[in-house]
């Protein structure tokens, strides 16, 4: 089946984030696809390019990269939800003259549109919050 | 239950007051959103979400925007199934009176056939 | 049919009372992170209504030293068992 996760918790301050990397690995490991893995609310700060965790902790941000690269997962970042906690990619940044940029590669910067047609074109959605 | 037939409508949950966080906020923009996109789609107001409808709010102190300018552009948006679990409204002391719109009362029974009737569900 | 997922401990939320009056006679109740809480006696009491219905996550359980306290009436579901019951449901509600 085609799943959808939607994250809503940020990485390191709630389980939410690792709830649904366990989710999804589990949901790969039974031969279904994670076609898409949508960021809202607090959730979009999965995807802040600078974090720094210690060596012995998870690295959360790595962790969804890699589902991008292995399983061709989209990363969608709500940019409304973003962009006002300062998660932002080059194109925003120069749009708003700002320097520098935020997000980390594999995510990108969407409309929650995409989120309400990925409830309707995924067969499961589930959702991970704080 | 106005709403039999709608198992092809989306439910929007709201569950969390105005101003304390935005939830209420995002949950209504994922509501606009999916009216936007052509869905049909039904609001449910549970727990705290009822006072997102009392009348007399205002900005923050700050200058920060109340979500009930947002539930007067509902309509505008053809979302006019506006459901209230009586429970949560009576548990706050709130009569159909306080609210700022018309609403449809849900009795604690018939709440489950709100979530059975509706896909998708987006509980915020 | 609907997978509720709860992620809050019944001592200290009462979104399960909003959880357990939105469920139906077929749906499921999966207690995940800090909903495993609510697996161990006497705190399980309060899901009495959906016996047979009401499942913990064993990994969130064992992170937080509960998986030998667990109520028997509970059922354990380890990650896998977490996604067949995402396969068994049409759609999944989470409450937080």
Known sequence: MRYALLVQGAPYSHQAAHSALRFASALIDRGHRL???????????????????????????????????????????CVAAALKRGVIDERESRRHGMQGHSLAASFELTGVGQLVEAAMTHDRLVTFSP | MNNADSSTAMLVVLRHAPHG???????????????????????LFLGDGVQALIKGQQKGALGQKGTHPTLDMLAMYDIDTLLVD?????????????????????????????FSRHAPVFNF | MLLHLLNRSVASSHVYRDALRAMDDDDYLLLIE????????????????IAGRLYALREDLASRGLEGRCAEQVIV????????????????????
């Open chain 1, 35 to 77: 076609e898409t893995v949508f960021f809202y609310h607090d959730g979009v700060y999965n995807a802040q390019r600078l974090a720094a965790p210690p060596q012995d902790e998870p690295h959360l941000i790595e962790a969804w990269q890699r589902l991008h690269h292995e399983q061709g997962t989209a990363l969608l970042v």
């Open chain 2, 21 to 43: 966080s935005s939830w209420l906020r995002e949950g209504l923009d994922v509501a606009l959103v999916g009216a936007a996109f052509g869905q049909s789609v039904s609001l």
């Open chain 2, 86 to 114: 009586a429970d949560s409204l009576a548990q706050r002391g709130l009569a159909e009176d306080d609210l700022q719109l018309p609403v449809t009362l849900i009795a604690s029974s018939q709440l489950l056939r709100v």
């Open chain 3, 77 to 96: 579901v380890d990650m896998e068992g977490f996604v067949q019951l995402t396969e068994e449901t049409e759609r999944s509600v989470s409450w937080f």
């Open chain 3, 34 to 49: 800090d909903g495993v809480y609510g697996a161990v006696a006497p705190l399980n009491e309060h899901f009495s209504s």
